[in-house]
């Protein structure tokens, strides 16, 4: 079913929902974006050419989370409350619907599911946005997903004149839209080109056919120095990005929490042992995990290449590393024998 | 800038050739117009893709600290750089025989996210002049007055000459009004002391901990930063108000007389976060009360790191 949305009516379905479901809308903080809570002053940020700067994946895997607090009384912990009020997101784009689906493998799994993330994915209805003019920091395509990729989604909105038509995907989003006037044969088909177009305007970045094999086998090799020389170490790469999940639990003494946090291979500390000794002790070896865990060892796992296109990576990291330009380099990288 | 950049090709080839250094640290063309890259360059490498303009964001001596003592560096140093390479040195991170300061009198750096917001993000072209600056968005160019996209720490800079540099390329330029320093920190010393954490607050809390302004920075070169410390943990790691206000006014207090107020911190933060009012505020105190300067010269220990007998305060208490 197709509906049309027109634009001006926007903020009135909005707040009808945000009776319902706790709404989360982008908008703009400072010169970025992110998702926050819908109010009727939120100045929606539904222009950019882009996904939001500080990624959705915080909606279900906050920073910072509380798992259990210790009750000093007691002498005992306590359960803090999973289960968020019913939930809708809205103008999520495609690759970050892509993303929580696949990491969904990793914290729905079929033989353990995390309560935290389970609870606030089972509350949560996702409507996405796609992208009209996608920029070229963005290469969803080359991984298998694209602008108008529905994966993940229960309805996508597609911009036209005044207006947006809304595809629904799932029931759950059946009867959020049940009031507005359906499309028209003719918005159908503009739209569809208008898909068409911003998938075909994207060219491959990088050859995918291949690409883990390669890797796997330039593991020792000096590829991994060249590509890794300017990288600072820092968070930024892979705290912003969408398929990048790493925690580390701790106890907060003095507030009396146990919290897990976000954390990066990235980091010295990430795989710093207790016993001082560090199997990843350069930044090579860190940029290499980076890289192999989203094109190599997803792939071991699901099939599936870990990173969805989403730009954020390329766009933000201080030094401009671009990953896309690594990988191409892997391609074309001789395989030289291992060295020591 | 083309000639420039022919110059200082032929500098570092002669640097090679005449075996003065192992590596040289320069920034190089990368697939995007607008993002030259840090780059290191061997005897044998190409010098094809070395770049130099006003879109280096990053402070190269940020590198000093990954080589050997023994590794004989050249380095691409503007005003700032040439700074914390000597704070460095200083700081015996490197010996100053080992290294051979290739100094650019600097026009200041642009700062994308100024541009950006004028244009539209996905910039494709990029020049440059003394005054202007000039990019292409959607087949269009647009230009900009240089001063109107510096980046801030730019806009403020006292020292944009290398100071010792081995060798100068280009002609120097007049130094900065140390007034105009003063500006950022004089309006935020102007609020109330409410309005000022309020402030503090706003920044500091949006604060990922991703570490980025404590990587891209020179000065941070502590194996062990105290907030990766553990046991005892110095900080929360969680993203608390507590743990990140502390994380800021530590990592600033670091810097004291340290800082070159350089602003690769603020450039590389993914969150926008304002942090140099903080440093500079720091250095000016150093500057009126122990009338230093970080990196004037490349033996004067900063005032929090030396000592001596005759200190006319009493050390502890
Ligand atoms: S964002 Fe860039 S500098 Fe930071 S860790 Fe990632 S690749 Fe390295
Ligand atoms: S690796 Fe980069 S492009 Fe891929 S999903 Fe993560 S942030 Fe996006
Ligand atoms: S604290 Fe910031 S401005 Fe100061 S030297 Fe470090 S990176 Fe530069
Ligand atoms: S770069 Fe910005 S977000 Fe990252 S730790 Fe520093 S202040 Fe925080």
Known sequence: MMYILEKKKLNKILSTWAQEHEVFVPQKVEEYSQFLPYTEDSELALKSPHNTRYPPKALFLPQSEVMLKFNNRTQKYEEVNTTPKSRLVFGVRPCDAKAFRLLDTVFDAEDYADPYWKAKRDATILIGIGCEVPPSTCFCTTVGGGPFNQDGLDAILTELEGSYLVQILTEKAETLFASLSPATIEQEKQVEAIQTKAHDSMSPAFE?????????????SSYWDKISESCLGCGICTFLCPTCFCFDIVDEVQRKERVRNWDTCMFRIYSQEASGHNPRPTRRERTRQRLMHKYSYWLDHIDEIGCTGCGRCVRYCPVGLDIRAMLRTANTHESEAVHA | MSELIAKLKSEIKRLFDEDVVDVVIAFKKADSPLRPQPAFYRKGDSLEDLEYNSLCQNNLANYLTRYPHETRIGIVVRGCESRSVNALVVEKQHPRENLFKIGIPCQGIVDLRKIVKQTGEDVSGYKEDQEKISVVFKNKEYQFDRKDVLHDSCLRCVHPNPVNPDVLLGDPLPEGDPGVLRQAVESFEALTKQERYTWFQQEAERCIRCYACREACPMCYCTECFVDHNPPRWTESTI??????????????????????CGACERACPMDIKMTYLTDKLNEDMLNQYDFAPGMDDTTQPPFASFNLDDKNRFVA
């Open chain 1, 208 to 220: 995918t056919d291949g690409l883990k094999q390669k890797l796997d086998q330039i593991f020792e």
């Open chain 2, 240 to 261: 608390s108000p507590a743990g990140t206000q502390a994380w800021h006014i530590i990592r600033a207090f670091h810097q004291t007389g340290r800082c070159t107020s």
